[in-house]
């Protein structure tokens, strides 16, 4: 299963790497905050330093493995 996270201002969902999260797991519709950089290896924009907060993005589960 694949973490994405829904940007709040709109556009693409990104993908986040379970190594990406700081201070413990997050659930379905939690908010997030995160930084947001390119994947070397694929040159798309991922997520990282993603911690729990009341504002900013929005977490989902695409159900994809």
């Known amino acids: 299963m694949r973490l994405l996270i829904t940007p709040e201002n709109g556009g693409p969902d990104f993908f986040v790497h379970i190594s990406a999260?700081?201070?413990?797991?997050?659930?379905?519709?939690?908010?997030?905050?995160?930084q947001l950089?390119?994947?070397?290896?694929?040159?798309?924009?991922?997520?990282?330093?993603v911690r729990p907060t009341r504002s900013r993005a929005t977490t989902k589960r695409d159900g994809a493995t």
């Open 21 to 34: 999260l700081k201070g413990g797991s997050l659930r379905d519709g939690q908010n997030v905050s995160y």
């Open 37 to 49: 950089g390119q994947d070397p290896k694929t040159g798309k924009s991922k997520a990282w330093n």
